[in-house]
């Protein structure tokens, strides 16, 4: 079955700029999160969707959105973009809860590489 | 505030010895931790988990152990191989809320 498909792979902005991202989960998953890799800070949380609603949110200022369809596919939303935004965007599918455990597991896309400059 | 912390950014290994990888948590609610490996141009994928209620899981080669009392789990791959350099997370949860991940160790295997 396909796996977790996330686009575009690789992006470059300028500062002040806006991104969106895109995200296709496993078909038959209802939760999508979205993750922040950087150097050193490791995988940090952004937010969840689960059947179009944000059930959770990771401590990012508001610049930071997203939203799911009513086909489980999600996008995240980044408005003026900051040199700090460069990163791995994850984004992971999983069943039902976000857990990894409890009898779900969640999976996750290659990522979307975002350069600001 | 770090709930969870690898504190070694990276470690290095001789094929066929033993890689201990460590992993600190503060939040005393969390109860269940999992493993995630890493390698570049991929998403991480899921390698093994334990709940709060058991002290060790294993499966294969790899084994997690978690001291509750310390707050302090590992993960132990014996022996190790070259396809297990990686980057490694730890993340820990509790009830339906969000995995928390640590920063990550990048475990490479010489040959």
């Known amino acids: 079955k396909a796996g977790v498909t996330q686009t575009p792979r690789y992006l470059i902005k300028t500062r002040g700029q806006q991104v969106t991202l895109s995200c296709s989960p496993i078909?038959?998953?209802?939760?999508v999160s979205w993750y922040q890799q950087t150097p050193g800070q490791g995988l940090q949380f952004l937010f969840e969707?689960?059947?179009?609603?944000?059930?959770n949110k990771g401590n990012f200022p508001g610049r930071f959105s997203g939203r799911q369809f009513s086909n489980s596919r999600s996008e995240m939303n980044v408005s003026t973009l900051e040199l700090g935004d460069s990163a791995l965007y994850l984004c992971?599918?999983?069943?039902?809860?976000?857990?990894?455990?409890?009898?779900?597991?969640?999976?996750f896309g290659e990522g979307s590489w975002l350069t600001v400059v | 505030d770090q709930q969870v912390k690898q504190n070694s950014p990276s470690l290095s290994v001789q094929e066929g010895r033993i890689s201990i990888l460590n992993c600190d948590y503060t939040?005393?609610?969390?109860?269940?931790f999992l493993w995630y490996k890493k390698y570049p141009a991929e998403g991480p994928t899921f390698l093994i988990s334990?709940?709060?209620?058991?002290d060790k899981n294993e499966d294969g080669r790899f084994t997690v152990f978690l001291n509750k009392s310390a707050k302090h789990l590992s993960l132990h791959i014996v022996p190790s191989q070259p396809g297990d350099s990686a980057v490694y997370f730890c993340?820990?949860?509790?009830?339906?809320?969000?995995?928390?991940f640590g920063q990550g160790t990048r475990l490479t295997i010489n040959p």
């Open positions: 334990i709940s709060s209620i058991k």
């Open positions: 992971a599918s999983s069943l039902d809860a976000l857990l990894g455990a409890r009898g779900n597991t969640i999976y």
């Open positions: 969707y689960f059947s179009e609603t944000q059930r």
């Open positions: 993340a820990a949860s509790w009830g339906a809320q969000k995995l928390v």
């Open positions: 939040n005393s609610m969390f109860d269940y």
């Open positions: 078909s038959g998953h209802r939760s």
